[in-house]
């Protein structure tokens, strides 16, 4: 072949001879083409910059070289003298001089080409018209494009039993693998589970599971997606499709605040499959397994198609859009002028909608009573989202993931990255194997922070700032022993230039902590991001959908700002920042009781040191289903033993030391009526606070109004539901934990759908104000003007500090008598949340629900590894399960934050941070 | 202008009542089609009456009027339509669409897709005009039996394709391959000549639904009644 003119425009590559070769880089040709490439490039990577594909099936990019599978062999010649042999460019590292020939210039590279892949055919089965990989699958591909038509194998091939479930999830055709070891090494080097590996010798030689114990890995599915023949394949997308049936829309995963990019892919209007689309910025190329195979909940039954009003009788009938509009605009407005409307957005809105509910309450209902935290929180927290993440964003010099990578120390404070932002704990794994030191302050030493190879600064809830106090200190307290040299160690890291501080939307939890946190960050100089766990947390922060905030994170209470928002939208701005979460619901349930003793329903309000009224009802005996279901049937008796059960047991939450939540007493005074209607957007309430609580408050609200796409404990109460668009049928933007614009576009644009921003643009109508949110291009423009363009992070004034009489953990390293256990908790991955509806495989490769208990704890007991183990919690409420002893603090108890889809408050009465006593099921002394 | 013009053409006309004619008496008594004539497709059966469509979607790619719509679906233990893994669940050709080219036969891995002679592809309806696999699959020959069933011939679905013929002829059946190529078979698995009087024709449809050559022609009576 003649020698090929360089293009001007693909890197690295030289104009020729003449110009010096760059520092660190070698000079080599390929196919005749001059091409610069740094030192350790590989060839198939040079050759891949100059547009000469060469075949290969082991060699991924993000994976270490391995030289598996032979496929991309080409002929090289070193200093004048030819290799003896035909090499792996994936293997090969580029040299200076030299000279590499692909399958263009090479017969002899083409030959072997050919050969090798006739090799790997002598025992791949005819099974292409049966395989989910056919029509992309790279083996079949390049078969067509050089292999030979016609097969010289006359021998029986080998024959393996198929398909073998590794997983719920995955399907493992031995027949069809052709070695390359890409599964093995992605679970092993990127995912760090090593469950799957190579088995056996020569030719049966094969990929396998230890029988014991399936492939459970979070990011499981990514093997599917790499797998260069259908050796993998997903027991959900079996037989469904082929590519060419299928339409490919560009999106972004709900699922979590990690902002995948996904690709979705349907057919005839269903959502077939989901894979992750590359963004080396974000996701790289993986994503988690709740992002690939959680979107059965779209095509649920429950889903809602018509919007539903309420009638005389009390029961919901379906009802045209006009008609519903004016009865909710209607009640919201009555409601309104008669104590008030609050706003629960959920945290899974786009970042347009959730401005349209941010300006919908303050323009439509006049009010600041408007929250997006469908979870534990603070009024701390509040001020911290204000001062260091709203505004924050890679282009204000955010933290990113690349920075991750790259800063001297990552400390990890109430966040459990593998479990609640999947696609960072990648990242920092990442890392983690490029010798970023990671500390993880918390008291277990999780599997995820093992991954990590993470340093444990151990703390029990509530003890946690007083560690990051010692962290922040300069002068520390010279103890000894490993843990103060671990702390040592983090204090000095954190203090160099890039360290990374990531905060968990747990951190809320305890008070005091984000303030510590703030303070560290302040006194070491680390960068700080907060990472909640839903999608929609972050941009509805930067939409103003809390009650103290206005878009663009700045306080309400700032008379420039709220100038400023007043001129955008043309109205008046209440001046005093407007209820939380937990405060909402106790003005709710403040009125009821106040009506119902006005009625003479019940007595004199009891005094609190009264026994609690068994208002929780006995939580293990519920049936194990859904939790909406448990709901709607613990409404009944709580709303017929009357809200004051409820009431109770919100002022025990709001008084005893059990929820810290504060309810900010400033904003309500005795006086007020309280609120006297609910507009709901997607919220779980079986996610809030006090499940039990959150409900009687709707189901005694004068007049709800629920946004949502399926039917659910709120929609089940509410006065007027209004069905929205779901993720796959509207377009918007999520928000990452980075504060990065995640855009994506309606994968199946559906008419007559309409997302919440529309929904609630035209209830606005009908109560007489104009939103300007009708699509999300309109909303953008007018949140933009609502926003000032310099960025406010880390600026704004009117900061309240965090509560100064923070409640010191308990410090204790063994149980103490009497005091039992302090229970720790978070959600797992696949918990049974709603999302994950609708997908029983994915549901089989949640983890066990375990109790986790240390070696001691787990000794003094007398109780070994799997035996089951009863915790009691305060309410009465008993969870059985079987024990997994875990290095983890002595004093502490670990247990997931929902145990099969019902929240632990709820089977406990505890959260995270109370005590519990602790029992061997089979009988004995408990602690 | 003579007196005689306006008969003048009438000439034609008498003289051609006296020659053969060459239209056919259609519906009354339909002319046979030559024997690879590309007529309504046929999803084909193995001997013990399981599909051979594997769902593979091959027919459909290879479609250039994209006429063909195939979902595949995955054989349980419990419930079996072919052999092996995989089966075609859901299966339409759109007659509105089709333009007969055959590409879709070439296409098919397991034979299951063949076409009959069967030429009377016209409605009034669009909808009827999209064949389900209900109406495109071959009717259960004698020995055959309806699936879902287990395996008859064999422990795993090599047994179907390796040993095809060979089990074929043990069960004493040449009428299959026969049947695929759209010939009518006799009750006996005979394969009547081509120039019998049920014509060589396909029978494949129920009967009633208006079958090329083994229904008697007329007025082809519609499965509706209408
Ligand atoms: S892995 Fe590829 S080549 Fe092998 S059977 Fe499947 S589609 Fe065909
Ligand atoms: S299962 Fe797939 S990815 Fe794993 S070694 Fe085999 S061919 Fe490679
Ligand atoms: S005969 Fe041709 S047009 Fe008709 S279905 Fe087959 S491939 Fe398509
Ligand atoms: S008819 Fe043939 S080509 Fe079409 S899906 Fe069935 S097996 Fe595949
Ligand atoms: S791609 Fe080089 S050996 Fe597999």
């Given at each position: 072949m003649t020698q090929v003119a360089t293009p001007p425009a693909a890197g690295g590559t030289g104009d020729g001879e003449d110009r010096p070769v760059p520092p660190g880089h070698v000079r080599l040709t390929i196919d005749g083409i001059t091409v610069d490439a740094p030192k350790g490039e590989l060839v198939i990577r040079a050759a891949e910059r100059i547009g000469i594909a060469i075949p290969r099936f082991c060699d991924h990019p993000l994976l270490d070289p391995v030289g598996a599978c032979r496929q991309c062999l080409v002929e090289v010649e070193m200093g004048g003298r030819p290799m003896p042999k035909p090499q792996a460019s994936c293997t090969q590292t580029v040299g200076d001089g030299m000279v590499v020939r692909t399958q263009v210039t090479s017969p002899v590279a083409e030959k072997a080409q050919r050969s090798n892949l006739e090799f790997l055919l002598l025992n791949h089965p005819l099974d292409c018209p049966i395989c989910d990989k056919g029509g992309e699958c790279p083996l079949q591909n390049q078969t067509l494009a050089n292999g030979s038509a016609t097969s010289r194998m006359h021998e029986a091939k080998r024959v393996f039993t198929k398909p073998v479930p590794v997983s719920t999830e995955i399907l493992l055709d031995r027949e069809r693998c052709v070695l390359c070891q890409r599964c093995t090494r992605f679970s092993d080097q990127i995912a760090g589970d090593r469950f799957i590996d190579l088995l056996e010798r020569g030719s049966s030689q094969q990929i396998g599971i230890n029988s014991d114990e399936p492939f459970q890995s979070y990011f499981s599915g990514n093997t599917i997606q790499i797998c260069p023949v259908g050796a993998l394949t997903s027991t959900a997308y079996r037989f469904r499709s082929r590519p060419f049936d299928l339409v490919s829309t560009g999106t972004v995963c709900e699922h979590c605040a990690s902002g995948c990019a996904l690709r979705t892919d349907h057919r005839t209007g269903v959502v077939m499959r989901r894979l992750a689309a590359p963004d080396p910025e974000v996701n790289e190329e993986w994503n988690c397994d709740k992002g690939r195979f959680g979107f059965g909940y779209l095509h649920e039954g429950d889903r809602l198609a018509r919007p539903l009003v309420r009638d005389a009788d009390g029961q919901l009938q379906p009802a045209s859009w006009t008609d519903a509009m004016t009865a909710a605009a209607q009640g919201l407005a009555r409601a309104r002028d008669d104590g008030g409307v609050g706003v629960l957005t959920g945290g899974r809105l786009t970042v347009t909608d959730a401005y349209a509910y941010a300006k919908f309450a303050r323009v439509a209902l006049r009010t600041n009573d408007v929250d997006f935290r469908a979870r534990r929180h603070s009024a701390e927290e509040a001020s911290f989202l204000a001062d260091r993440v709203a505004g924050v964003t890679p282009s204000t010099g955010g933290p990113t993931y690349a920075d991750l990578e790259a800063a001297p120390a990552v400390l990890l404070v109430a966040l459990e990255p593998e479990d609640e932002s999947p696609i960072l704990f990648l990242r920092l794994r990442k890392a983690a194997r490029r010798g970023v030191p990671v500390f993880t302050v918390g008291a277990v030493e999780s599997r995820g922070s093992r991954k990590l190879s993470a340093t444990l600064l151990p703390a029990l809830p509530g003890a946690e700032a007083d560690l990051l106090a010692d962290l922040t200190a300069d002068a520390r307290p010279v103890v000894a022993g490993a843990a103060a040299a671990d702390r040592n160690r983090a204090g000095q890291l954190l203090r160099a230039s890039g360290a990374v501080v990531l905060v968990g939307e747990r951190a809320a939890e305890t008070p005091g902590l984000l303030t510590a946190v703030g303070r560290l960050a302040d006194a070491t100089g680390a960068r700080l991001a907060w990472v909640p766990r839903r999608a929609g947390e972050r941009g509805a922060l930067e939409a103003g959908a809390l009650p103290g905030l206005l878009p663009g994170g700045r306080p309400v209470t700032d008379p420039a700002a709220r100038a400023h928002v007043e001129q955008a939208w043309g109205v008046e701005l209440p001046a005093r920042p407007g209820r939380d979460t937990a405060a909402m619901i106790a003005s709710v349930l403040a009125r009821a009781e106040r009506d119902e003793r006005a009625l003479g329903l019940v007595g004199p309000a009891p005094s609190p040191d009264l026994p609690r009224p068994a208002e929780s009802p006995a939580a293990d005996d519920r049936p194990a289903g859904h939790g909406a279901v448990g709901l709607v049937e613990r409404v009944v008796e709580t709303v017929a033993g009357s809200v004051s059960g409820a009431v109770h047991h919100l002022r025990d939450l709001v008084t005893g030391e059990h929820e810290d939540a504060a309810v900010a007493p400033g904003p309500q005074a005795p006086a007020e009526p309280g609120l006297a209607g609910l507009l709901l957007g997607g919220v779980e309430l079986d996610d809030l606070p006090d499940p039990a609580a959150a409900l009687a408050a709707v189901a005694a609200t004068g007049f709800v109004v629920s946004l949502e796409i399926r039917a659910s404990a709120v929609t089940a109460l509410a006065d007027v539901v209004l069905p929205v668009a779901a993720v796959t049928q509207k377009s918007g933007a999520f928000l990452d934990w980075e504060g990065r614009h995640r855009p994506f576009d309606a994968a199946l644009p559906t008419p007559g759908v309409l997302d919440d921003g529309r929904v609630l643009d035209t209830l606005g109508v009908e109560m007489d104000v104009d939103l300007y949110t009708q699509t999300p291009v309109a909303a953008r423009a007018d949140m933009a003007r609502a926003v000032p363009p310099a960025p406010a992070g880390g600026t704004s004034p009117g900061t309240a500090p965090g509560p100064a009489d923070a409640r010191r953990g308990p410090a204790g390293t063994a149980p103490r008598d009497g005091q039992g256990f302090v229970l720790v908790s978070w959600r797992t991955a696949l918990d049974g949340g709603r999302l994950l509806d609708g997908e029983p495989h994915l549901a089989g490769t949640a983890r066990p629900d375990v109790v986790r208990l240390s070696p001691r704890a787990a000794e003094l007991l007398g109780v070994g590894d799997g035996a089951p183990v009863q915790v009691h919690g305060p309410s009465g409420g008993t969870v059985t399960l079987p024990l997994q002893v875990t290095a983890m603090v002595d004093e502490a108890v670990w247990l997931p934050g929902r145990i099969r889809a019902t929240p632990l408050v709820a089977l406990l009465g505890a959260g995270s941070g109370d005590r519990v006593r602790v029992r061997p099921a089979a009988g004995g002394e408990g602690l | 202008m003579s007196f005689?013009?306006?008969?003048?053409?009438?000439?034609?006309?008498?003289?051609?009542?006296?020659?053969?004619?060459?239209?056919?008496?259609?519906?009354?008594?339909?002319?046979?089609?030559?024997?690879?004539?590309?007529?309504?497709?046929?999803?084909?059966?193995?001997?013990?009456?399981?599909?051979?469509?594997?769902?593979?979607?091959?027919?459909?790619?290879?479609?250039?009027?994209?006429?063909?719509?195939?979902?595949?679906?995955?054989?349980?233990?419990?419930?079996?339509?072919?052999?092996?893994?995989?089966?075609?669940?859901?299966?339409?050709?759109?007659?509105?669409?089709?333009?007969?080219?055959?590409?879709?036969?070439?296409?098919?891995?397991?034979?299951?897709?063949?076409?009959?002679?069967?030429?009377?592809?016209?409605?009034d309806d669009r909808q009827r005009l999209i064949y389900t696999k209900d109406r495109l699959l071959a009717p259960l020959l004698p020995g055959m039996e309806q699936p879902p069933h287990p395996m008859r011939l064999g422990d795993e679905e090599k047994d179907y394709y390796v040993r095809g013929p060979e089990l074929v002829r043990s069960r004493g059946a040449v009428r299959s391959e026969a049947q695929e190529q759209g010939a009518h078979v006799e009750p006996d698995g005979s394969v009547p000549p081509l120039d019998s009087p049920t014509g060589g024709l396909a029978e494949g449809v129920p009967p009633g639904a208006g079958t090329a050559g083994t229904v008697p022609r007329g007025v082809t009576p519609r499965a509706d009644g209408r």
């Open positions: - | 005689l013009d306006p008969v003048k053409g009438f000439g034609v006309t008498f003289a051609t009542m006296f020659k053969p004619v060459v239209t056919e008496d259609y519906p009354r008594n339909p002319e046979p089609t030559a024997p690879r004539w590309h007529g309504r497709h046929q999803l084909n059966r193995h001997p013990d009456g399981l599909e051979k469509c594997v769902g593979c979607e091959l027919c459909a790619w290879a479609c250039p009027a994209d006429a063909i719509f195939v979902e595949g679906g995955d054989n349980t233990e419990e419930a079996r339509y072919s052999p092996g893994e995989r089966y075609g669940k859901n299966y339409q050709i759109n007659y509105l669409r089709c333009i007969g080219c055959g590409l879709c036969v070439e296409a098919c891995p397991t034979r299951s897709l063949t076409m009959t002679n069967e030429y009377e592809l016209a409605d």
